[in-house]
């Protein structure tokens, strides 16, 4: 298990290293830069601009120092938000993208698997189609279409939940997160009711059923680990679609979050900033994978010794 | 319900109907996507000429819808094709060789798997400005990831059976093998995922274009219509009702498709 | 009266009958065994009783005194409980994953409401079948035992509770040759032990020979003959069950009359395989070592080993479809170059045939052209009209038709594929056909038939068989010689007769017991 998780971080580490690298120079590359604006800057004042925030050095030293900052926290000045360092956006951001997140993936998964396990209870009979009509619905339902459609019948409508912003106590985050975590719900909703459906046909379930155990605990004893398997591997692609989510449901609601200024950090080359967001969600990512990984060979001891 | 959804063709049936109005609607309609019509700015539905009315600046909904819905469906189409092309020649390379080229090949599959992947797409879109080859040259080259595993996987499973063997000692050369062998038994699997690859970039390419990052003005897709639908929707729902409704049912009837092409090839 | 009786039995599944009007009964300590081929129905015969199959089952079942035809659900899983064990086909996945052995053996011993066992109690159930080491077994997982071992823990799990009525539905086909013997010998033994009733489904009748007091003999879903072993074997009153004795090869048999063999073809010199182990890890794995064997012309050569012995690296490394790294391979005494480097020439020699019928078919072409594969590569001169009449005539080789040539392979059954596989392989004129595990997949009956169609082309058209298989007593009726092969290395070769009258090594006296 230990050798797993090193061997794990091993890979994960020249990975990282690997994005920011190229981030770092795909960005430097793009013509165009920050101080280009409505009304051109004079040479002295783009000259010193450049100077102050380091833009006139040779590209590989830009991406050491870069490196060395980054190492001890350091994300480096925004160039858009001038009063601001990235780390400040970053620390301000980063709890509200992670609220809105972490609740997202519990929602989903708490939806996704009763639905999972009802279908898979009464397989073939009208409940399970139906259940699975609506889950292949729901894995379509793009979090930019029902967010303002969200805010548009239960805020703007029905005025019963704000629509911009952050509100007292916890009403506002009620839509963001349902709309993020409908399409998630829907996919571990079909993961869970596939993965109990192809275990319940295994050969041990059957000799569990031949020691004359009861139905449900042959399903939470012997068949419910087995069967979330699919759902821990899809762990990992679920938190990059939420952390993408975010960025759609930060700019319909209008809350400060990570993904938001990395939108206007894309939008006004923001070097720093862009750059800094995604280092962040590349190691959020892979910790999560990693997190998986751990669920994954809990759940079947047979992916510990792979 | 489903029952009848699955029985019926009904999502293979709309799809087929989406993409024809698409196609014939823009030479039929009098008004063309990005004209403005001064004399009827937010037109209501049902309105003279406008069928579904105009938006907040004049402009026909339904020609702006058939355009967007063919913007959309080309950079999709566009883009799965190239997934399926780099993903078949990566999958059946890496599953054909096998040993340490396949090692390493699976694990810049895993590696890339792991990126945050519509980020990068946005950092490209922001380095090489917002062109709409660049669009689906991108999501593609995300997208093949899952075409890659699949085939490779196949790849895999079929050269240990014994046909491939007997193939092999029937003089057949190796490349004659891959082509007259593997692709054909691959196709049913690729074909497939390629359905299920068309709504994920559907869905990629709104995204971009909901946040400006994507399909650019003059031009329309579904993102960028359900993003104009949004910003106005409080004075007209229909605005966002319309392009967002086209998108869930395109998005639905393509994975319930792709779907059942998946079920009945594995 | 007896333990277990059934009367009558039908079983239906989604508006089919596929049993009906079985009868049989299982004594208190004796073994009663259920012939059959697959899809005869012995399973269902047993296991839908229980309730462990989607069939329903009607007719009259007394277990112990309890009437199953007539119990509800709870009172069938009450009879489970308490009266019945059960041992699946299946060792490697009848044991769930994430539970420890001991946790699923302790799951067992309570499942008739005994008290929670202390530890030591569980490490002796192990100890009883034959595990080593048991404390440490107990807090493994599944996956770190061996299929044998997983079945024994599967055997202990099925009688810790200590039931009067012992189901084992094959539990020795997935198994080693060289564990069945032992495997079948531990259940008798437990038998005589704990009075047992035993109920043993199989589809080899050798395999049941001299454990069972009763044999039943299924075809069809009905019973074709039923009554004490000794008599139903030794005298048959059915014709089916006549047949099927038959076509199981026995070593006790009259020895075959053979071709005589002529010059030496085939020759292998110091022959080895080494693989690379899979991921970056250093070192290589051994598959084959040190190989020498000839065969000569019109020869039989009968490779035999369990599984992992390199019986088929061997095989496929003379085929010319598996890597070479040591010593060659000498045709005529000409060297034969290993895999892509063979010319066409040389790939005409020697053509395989493999134990899957149906995997050995391309899914996607018709007959004709799998048949004809070989001579579009090996005879381009052929035109169409001359492949096809080659195809048919090669087809009337294999006792099929020519209508055969427009199907495809999902149409044909496992026997009719393997013909087809033997057509494509002796289509291009071969000299040598290396059959690995070629009727092994097969029914008893259709294996035989296969065998004898071997047979008669070693005659007729004078090939030498390389004949790769775990069953020496199907090799028997075929081959001249033996070699008998352990770990990678043959252990002990010489003249078929005289090693089966007498083996010296001990891998060969288990091939040998298990036949």
Same mark, same amino acid.
């Given at each position: 298990?230990?050798?797993?998780?090193?061997?794990?971080?091993?890979?994960?580490?020249?990975?990282?290293?690997?994005?920011?690298?190229?981030?770092?120079?795909?960005?430097?590359?793009?013509?165009?830069?920050?101080?280009?604006?409505?009304?051109? @800057?004079?040479?002295?004042?783009?000259?010193?601009?450049?100077?102050?925030?380091?833009?006139?050095?040779?590209?590989?030293?830009?991406?050491?120092?870069?490196?060395?900052?980054?190492?001890?926290?350091?994300?480096?000045?925004?160039?858009?938000?001038?009063?601001?360092?990235?780390?400040?956006?970053?620390?301000?951001? @980063?709890?509200?993208?992670?609220?809105?997140?972490?609740?997202?993936?519990?929602?989903?998964?708490?939806?996704?698997?009763?639905?999972?396990?009802?279908?898979?209870?009464?397989?073939?009979?009208?409940?399970?189609?139906?259940?699975?009509?609506?889950?292949?619905?729901?894995?379509?339902?793009?979090?930019?279409?029902?967010?303002?459609?969200?805010?548009?019948?239960?805020?703007?409508?029905?005025?019963?939940?704000?629509?911009?912003?952050?509100?007292?106590?916890?009403?506002?985050?009620?839509?963001?997160?349902?709309?993020?975590?409908?399409?998630?719900?829907?996919?571990?909703?079909?993961?869970?009711?596939?993965?109990?459906?192809?275990?319940?046909?295994?050969?041990?379930?059957?000799?569990?059923?031949?020691?004359?155990?009861?139905?449900?605990?042959?399903?939470?004893?012997?068949?419910?680990?087995?069967?979330?398997?699919?759902?821990?591997?899809?762990?990992?692609?679920?938190?990059?679609?939420?952390?993408?989510?975010?960025?759609?449901?930060?700019?319909?609601?209008?809350?400060?979050?990570?993904?938001?200024?990395?939108?206007?950090?894309?939008?006004?080359?923001?070097?720093?900033?862009?750059?800094?967001?995604?280092?962040?969600?590349?190691? @959020?990512?892979?910790?999560?994978?990693?997190?998986?990984?751990?669920?994954?060979?809990?759940?079947?001891?047979?992916?510990?010794?792979? | 319900?489903?029952?009848?959804?699955?029985?019926?063709?009904?999502?293979?049936?709309?799809?087929?109907?989406?993409?024809?109005?698409?196609?014939?609607?823009?030479?039929?309609?009098?008004?063309?996507?990005?004209?403005?019509?001064?004399?009827?700015?937010?037109?209501?539905?049902?309105?003279?000429?406008?069928?579904?009315?105009?938006?907040?600046?004049?402009?026909?909904?339904?020609?702006?819808?058939?355009?967007?819905?063919?913007?959309?469906?080309?950079?999709?189409?566009?883009?799965?094709?190239?997934?399926?092309?780099?993903?078949?020649?990566?999958?059946?390379?890496?599953?054909?060789?096998?040993?340490?080229?396949?090692?390493?090949?699976?694990?810049?599959?895993?590696?890339?798997?792991?990126?945050?992947?519509?980020?990068?797409?946005?950092?490209?879109?922001?380095?090489?400005?917002?062109?709409?080859?660049?669009?689906?040259?991108?999501?593609?080259?995300?997208?093949?990831?899952?075409?890659?595993?699949?085939?490779?996987?196949?790849?895999?499973?079929?050269?240990?059976?014994?046909?491939?063997?007997?193939?092999?000692?029937?003089?057949?050369?190796?490349?004659?093998?891959?082509?007259?062998?593997?692709?054909?038994?691959?196709?049913?699997?690729?074909?497939?995922?390629?359905?299920?690859?068309?709504?994920?970039?559907?869905?990629?390419?709104?995204?971009?274009?909901?946040?400006?990052?994507?399909?650019?003005?003059?031009?329309?897709?579904?993102?960028?219509?359900?993003?104009?639908?949004?910003?106005?929707?409080?004075?007209?729902?229909?605005?966002?009702?319309?392009?967002?409704?086209?998108?869930?049912?395109?998005?639905?009837?393509?994975?319930?498709?792709?779907?059942?092409?998946?079920?009945?090839?594995? | 009266?007896?333990?277990?009786?059934?009367?009558?039995?039908?079983?239906?599944?989604?508006?089919?009958?596929?049993?009906?009007?079985?009868?049989?009964?299982?004594?208190?300590?004796?073994?009663?065994?259920?012939?059959?081929?697959?899809?005869?129905?012995?399973?269902?015969?047993?296991?839908?009783?229980?309730?462990?199959?989607?069939? =329903?089952?009607?007719?009259?079942?007394?277990?112990?005194?309890?009437?199953?035809?007539?119990?509800?659900?709870?009172?069938?899983?009450?009879?489970?409980?308490?009266?019945?064990?059960?041992?699946?086909?299946?060792?490697?996945?009848?044991?769930?994953?994430?539970?420890?052995?001991?946790?699923?053996?302790?799951?067992?011993?309570?499942?008739?409401?005994?008290?929670?066992?202390?530890?030591?109690?569980?490490?002796?159930?192990?100890?009883?079948?034959?595990?080593?080491?048991?404390?440490?077994?107990?807090?493994?997982?599944?996956?770190?035992?061996?299929?044998?071992? *997983?079945?024994?823990?599967?055997?202990?799990?099925?009688?810790?509770?200590?039931?009067?009525?012992?189901?084992?539905?094959?539990?020795?086909?997935?198994?080693?040759?060289?564990?069945?013997?032992?495997?079948?010998?531990?259940?008798?033994?437990?038998?005589?032990?704990?009075?047992?009733?035993?109920?043993?489904?199989?589809?080899?009748?050798?395999?049941?020979?001299?454990?069972?007091?009763?044999?039943? =003999?299924?075809?069809?879903?009905?019973? =074709?003959?039923?009554?004490?072993?000794?008599?139903?074997?030794?005298?048959?009153?059915?014709?089916?069950?006549?047949?099927?004795?038959?076509?199981?090869?026995?070593?006790?048999?009259?020895?075959?009359?053979?071709?005589?063999?002529?010059?030496?073809?085939?020759?292998?010199?110091?022959?080895?395989?080494?693989?690379?182990?899979?991921?970056?890890? *250093?070192?290589?794995?051994?598959?084959?070592?040190?190989?020498?064997?000839?065969?000569?012309?019109?020869?039989?050569?009968?490779?035999?080993?369990?599984?992992?012995?390199g019986k088929s690296t061997l095989g496929r490394a003379i085929a010319g479809i598996g890597p070479v790294t040591q010593g060659g391979i000498f045709w005529d005494g000409l060297p034969l170059p290993e895999r892509r480097k063979r010319s066409l020439a040389m790939r005409r020699l020697i053509q395989p045939v493999f134990q899957d019928p149906v995997a050995s078919l391309d899914p996607q072409w018709r007959v004709e052209d799998i048949v004809t594969e070989p001579l579009r590569n090996l005879r381009p001169d052929l035109t169409k009209v001359e492949r096809e009449e080659l195809a048919q005539q090669a087809l009337s080789e294999v006792d099929l038709a020519d209508d055969f040539l427009i199907r495809i392979p999902a149409s044909l059954s496992g026997g009719q594929a393997q013909r087809v596989a033997i057509a494509r392989a002796i289509i291009g004129a071969p000299e040598l056909l290396v059959l690995d595990e070629a009727t092994s997949a097969l029914d008893p009956l259709v294996g035989a038939e296969i065998l004898k169609l071997l047979g008669r082309l070693q005659v007729e058209n004078g090939l030498s068989l390389l004949l790769i298989t775990h069953d020496i007593a199907?090799?028997?009726?075929?081959?001249?010689?033996?070699? =008998?092969?352990?770990?990678?290395?043959?252990?002990?070769?010489?003249?078929?007769?005289?090693?089966?009258?007498?083996?010296?090594?001990?891998?060969?006296?288990?091939?040998?017991?298990?036949?």
């Amino acid at each position: 298990m230990l050798a797993l998780i090193t061997r794990r971080l091993m890979t994960a580490i020249p990975t990282l290293l690997v994005i920011i690298l190229a981030s770092f120079f795909l960005m430097r590359l793009a013509p165009g830069g920050p101080f280009d604006g409505e009304r051109p @800057l004079d040479p002295a004042t783009q000259a010193a601009l450049q100077q102050a925030y380091g833009l006139d050095r040779p590209l590989w030293e830009q991406a050491w120092l870069y490196i060395s900052r980054l190492v001890q926290g350091d994300f480096g000045p925004s160039l858009v938000y001038r009063d601001f360092t990235v780390s400040e956006l970053i620390a301000q951001g @980063l709890p509200i993208s992670l609220t809105l997140g972490g609740l997202a993936i519990l929602l989903a998964l708490l939806i996704g698997v009763t639905a999972g396990l009802f279908a898979a209870v009464r397989a073939g009979k009208a409940t399970d189609k139906t259940i699975m009509m609506l889950a292949t619905v729901a894995t379509a339902l793009p979090t930019f279409v029902t967010g303002p459609a969200l805010a548009l019948f239960l805020g703007l409508w029905l005025g019963l939940l704000p629509v911009s912003g952050i509100g007292e106590g916890g009403a506002w985050l009620i839509m963001p997160v349902v709309a993020l975590a409908l399409p998630v719900s829907g996919a571990i909703a079909k993961l869970t009711r596939a993965g109990l459906a192809s275990v319940l046909k295994q050969d041990h379930i059957r000799s569990a059923r031949a020691r004359g155990l009861s139905e449900t605990k042959i399903m939470l004893k012997h068949g419910l680990r087995t069967a979330m398997v699919p759902v821990a591997s899809y762990l990992g692609p679920a938190a990059a679609g939420l952390l993408t989510g975010a960025v759609v449901v930060e700019t319909v609601f209008g809350l400060p979050g990570l993904g938001r200024y990395f939108v206007q950090g894309a939008l006004n080359r923001d070097y720093p900033l862009v750059l800094g967001v995604v280092t962040l969600y590349a190691a @959020l990512i892979i910790l999560f994978n990693l997190f998986a990984d751990l669920i994954y060979g809990w759940l079947d001891p047979r992916m510990r010794d792979g | 319900m489903g029952d009848i959804v699955l029985k019926t063709h009904l999502a293979l049936f709309l799809v087929l109907v989406t993409v024809a109005l698409a196609l014939v609607l823009p030479f039929l309609l009098p008004w063309s996507y990005d004209q403005i019509d001064w004399n009827a700015v937010r037109a209501p539905a049902f309105s003279g000429s406008h069928l579904f009315g105009t938006d907040e600046i004049g402009r026909d909904r339904l020609a702006r819808l058939a355009a967007g819905t063919r913007i959309t469906l080309m950079v999709a189409i566009a883009a799965a094709l190239v997934s399926l092309i780099v993903g078949i020649a990566w999958g059946a390379t890496a599953g054909w060789i096998g040993g340490r080229v396949d090692e390493a090949m699976m694990r810049i599959v895993d590696g890339l798997y792991a990126l945050p992947f519509m980020f990068i797409v946005i950092l490209l879109m922001v380095v090489f400005g917002r062109s709409i080859l660049l669009v689906f040259v991108g999501i593609g080259l995300v997208e093949w990831l899952t075409m890659a595993r699949v085939v490779r996987g196949q790849v895999m499973a079929l050269k240990q059976r014994p046909f491939i063997l007997a193939a092999e000692a029937a003089g057949t050369p190796s490349i004659a093998i891959m082509l007259r062998h593997i692709l054909p038994n691959i196709a049913g699997v690729a074909l497939a995922y390629l359905m299920l690859t068309v709504p994920q970039v559907v869905m990629v390419e709104s995204f971009l274009s909901f946040l400006g990052l994507g399909v650019q003005e003059p031009l329309t897709s579904l993102g960028i219509l359900v993003k104009e639908g949004a910003d106005d929707m409080d004075m007209t729902p229909l605005g966002l009702a319309l392009p967002g409704g086209l998108l869930v049912i395109i998005l639905v009837c393509l994975t319930i498709e792709g779907e059942r092409l998946r079920d009945r090839f594995s | 009266m007896s333990l277990y009786t059934i009367r009558n039995l039908a079983v239906d599944i989604a508006g089919n009958r596929p049993v009906e009007d079985v009868s049989l009964t299982v004594e208190a300590g004796q073994c009663t065994a259920l012939i059959g081929a697959s899809g005869s129905g012995k399973s269902l015969t047993c296991l839908t009783p229980f309730g462990l199959t989607p069939g =329903v089952a009607s007719g009259s079942m007394l277990l112990d005194g309890i009437d199953l035809g007539n119990a509800d659900a709870v009172r069938i899983r009450d009879a489970r409980r308490r009266l019945t064990g059960f041992v699946f086909q299946q060792p490697l996945t009848a044991l769930t994953p994430h539970l420890t052995v001991g946790a699923q053996l302790q799951e067992a011993t309570m499942q008739a409401g005994a008290a929670r066992p202390p530890r030591r109690e569980l490490s002796q159930k192990l100890e009883r079948v034959g595990l080593a080491r048991t404390d440490e077994r107990l807090d493994q997982f599944p996956h770190r035992l061996s299929g044998g071992e *997983r079945q024994r823990v599967m055997i202990a799990a099925a009688i810790a509770h200590s039931p009067k009525l012992l189901i084992a539905d094959e539990p020795t086909s997935a198994l080693d040759a060289s564990l069945r013997a032992e495997i079948m010998d531990l259940l008798d033994e437990l038998r005589a032990e704990q009075g047992l009733g035993l109920l043993l489904v199989s589809h080899d009748l050798a395999s049941v020979e001299g454990h069972a007091d009763q044999l039943v =003999v299924m075809d069809k879903g009905r019973v =074709v003959e039923s009554g004490p072993a000794s008599d139903v074997i030794t005298d048959p009153k059915e014709d089916y069950t006549r047949r099927l004795i038959a076509a199981t090869p026995r070593l006790d048999e009259p020895g075959p009359k053979l071709p005589q063999p002529g010059e030496i073809l085939l020759e292998t010199n110091l022959l080895g395989v080494e693989f690379a182990r899979p991921g970056w890890r *250093r070192g290589k794995l051994r598959a084959l070592a040190d190989a020498n064997i000839v065969v000569r012309q019109g020869e039989a050569l009968a490779i035999v080993g369990g599984s992992g012995s390199g019986k088929s690296t061997l095989g496929r490394a003379i085929a010319g479809i598996g890597p070479v790294t040591q010593g060659g391979i000498f045709w005529d005494g000409l060297p034969l170059p290993e895999r892509r480097k063979r010319s066409l020439a040389m790939r005409r020699l020697i053509q395989p045939v493999f134990q899957d019928p149906v995997a050995s078919l391309d899914p996607q072409w018709r007959v004709e052209d799998i048949v004809t594969e070989p001579l579009r590569n090996l005879r381009p001169d052929l035109t169409k009209v001359e492949r096809e009449e080659l195809a048919q005539q090669a087809l009337s080789e294999v006792d099929l038709a020519d209508d055969f040539l427009i199907r495809i392979p999902a149409s044909l059954s496992g026997g009719q594929a393997q013909r087809v596989a033997i057509a494509r392989a002796i289509i291009g004129a071969p000299e040598l056909l290396v059959l690995d595990e070629a009727t092994s997949a097969l029914d008893p009956l259709v294996g035989a038939e296969i065998l004898k169609l071997l047979g008669r082309l070693q005659v007729e058209n004078g090939l030498s068989l390389l004949l790769i298989t775990h069953d020496i007593a199907a090799a028997r009726r075929l081959c001249h010689r033996i070699a =008998v092969m352990e770990e990678g290395r043959i252990v002990e070769t010489g003249d078929m007769q005289a090693i089966v009258k007498d083996p010296r090594h001990p891998a060969t006296r288990r091939l040998i017991a298990a036949s």
